[in-house]
């Protein structure tokens, strides 16, 4: 995935690309014109890490309605020429989502600039998943159409437009426009449910993988063509061999684990780690050995892969085989796995990272110190957007380590994603006396729900903002509904509306 440039988190830019709720307070205190031109920037270039578990756009919609903003910049970059040579989905998903929510706020022009879209952009088909949830018939049956012109009408086009109906997101316009009585729509339309419907039938008629009968061996090989094509098959194979390993083959997976090929070894190693064999924790310790603690990245990775910056030259069976054993390790939840952590967690290694991570989620109170220790050491290795952290912040907040409160600001302020300063929100309310009458306020108008929903049990009320904007959120139709649940919890007892 594409690593975007984040302004630093003292500025109004890098504010608002970290969708904090400062970003907003900030843009509508700073000169109009500042403040749309870092928004549209955001807008334009999506600051998400990654986009499948960051919001941004309903954040980014409310401060164009606050600001008054148009969308002559969002026109132009949506119609550009790139726009038919750069067809990826993060050039222009932002931008349709922020235009969705604009849409749902009355906002005519958005749905226009949508309709457009949807008619003649690259993209088309996120705009019309957007467009599904908030035009009307009229409006989608309009495009039935220009969307429909896309697929020629030949077999590789109809076969096209069967997967495209198949895989539609929303299907509320192609049943629409299954309905129309026109040949070149409805009945088209009709064709490419039908053909969809009979290709899932016969994908389902050939199945591919294991089959009732096979029995440990075969599925280790499987495990291993797997590896050698390029697919990380352990996680099914180790299901598999759940289903088909009794007692008597404990040996032979113990000899997988302990140094068969790296495809078989990670099964076998994640199906051990499964039913707690009392072997595999040493068997763990032996994979990650193998590769040797110089040539391991610091623990960590940004990218949530402990082993993905190992240079080249080292071993790819061993590194295979140290990433099976660290993510079976992860998945390990008995008093074992945790007791090993306290003895690993002083390795430099991706091992003593997860077993940080480990005495962070099922740690005891006397843990507390190891787990803030290995808090420190990961920020330290890989900075306030390291993979890692959000496990340990999690585990900082259910330990209430108090102390751990300026690490926690830090990571706050700092981080580029707005899941991880939601998890760190969710831990300073329970480590840091200040919350409710700092960041809590803040957290009112942060990009993500969960940290509004927190914002909402804790921000103190003392503060005037606080009253004004908890009777906005209850009011906001676009608001989700965990949210407005715990707005309505304190405005019942501490406000009066």
Do not use: K
Request: proline share 6%; charged share 25%; aromatic share 6%.
């Amino acid at each position: 995935m594409f690593e975007p440039a984040i302004a630093p988190s003292g500025t109004l830019l890098g504010l608002l690309q970290r969708g904090r709720g400062d970003g907003t307070l900030h843009a509508l205190a700073a000169p109009r014109a500042e403040a749309l031109a870092a928004l549209d920037h955001c807008v334009l270039a999506d600051p998400r890490h990654d986009w499948r578990v960051e919001n941004r756009s309903l954040y980014y919609a409310r401060l164009y309605l606050d600001l008054h903003g148009g969308l002559e910049t969002i026109e132009a970059h949506l119609f550009a020429p790139e726009d038919h040579l750069d067809t990826e989905e993060h050039r222009t998903g932002l931008a349709l989502a922020v235009l969705g929510h604009l849409a749902s706020y009355g906002r005519h022009d958005a749905l226009l600039l949508l309709r457009r879209y949807a008619a003649t952009g690259a993209n088309w088909s996120w705009a019309l998943d957007e467009l599904a949830l908030r035009d009307d018939d009229a409006g989608l049956r309009s495009l039935a159409e220009p969307v429909l012109a896309r697929f020629p009408q030949d077999e590789a086009g109809d076969t096209e437009l069967a997967g495209t109906v198949r895989d539609a997101f929303e299907p509320r316009p192609w049943r629409l426009w299954a309905e129309d009585q026109r040949d070149a729509v409805g009945a088209r339309v009709r064709a490419a449910q039908e053909h969809g419907s009979f290709d899932r039938w016969q994908r389902q008629l050939r199945p591919t993988g294991p089959r009732p009968g096979w029995s440990v061996r075969a599925v280790l090989d499987w495990a291993q063509e797997g590896y050698e094509r390029g697919a990380d098959l352990a996680g099914p194979a180790a299901r598999c061999l759940a289903a088909v390993a009794g007692p008597e083959d404990r040996p032979e997976l113990l000899a997988a684990g302990r140094g068969g090929a790296p495809g078989a070894r990670a099964a076998a190693l994640h199906h051990l780690a499964a039913t707690r064999d009392p072997a595999v924790l040493d068997l763990v310790e032996a994979a990650a050995d193998g590769v040797h603690p110089l040539d391991a990245p610091a623990p960590g990775s940004v990218h949530g892969d402990p082993y993905g910056d190992v240079p080249g030259a080292v071993d790819r069976d061993a590194l295979a085989a140290a990433r099976a054993a660290v993510s079976a390790y992860l998945r390990m939840c008995g008093e074992d796995a945790v007791a090993r952590a306290r003895a690993w967690i002083h390795r430099t290694d991706p091992l003593g990272a997860a077993a940080g991570e480990t005495l962070a989620a099922r740690g005891e109170e006397r843990d507390a110190g190891l787990v803030l220790g290995a808090l420190r050491t990961a920020i330290r290795a890989g900075g306030p957007d390291t993979a890692a952290l959000g496990v340990l912040v999690d585990g900082v907040g259910r330990l209430g380590i108090a102390c751990a409160a300026p690490v926690l600001r830090h990571v706050y302020r700092e981080t580029a994603s707005s899941q991880l300063r939601g998890r760190t929100a969710r831990a300073l309310a329970a480590t840091d006396p200040s919350f409710a009458s700092g960041f809590a306020v803040e957290c009112l108008w942060d990009c993500e729900e969960t940290t509004r929903e927190i914002a909402a049990q804790h921000a103190e009320t003392a503060d005037a903002r606080v009253a004004e904007r908890l009777r906005r959120l209850a009011a906001d139709p676009a608001e989700e509904v965990e949210v407005q649940t715990a707005v309505r919890n304190r405005i019942g007892p501490d406000l009066q509306v």
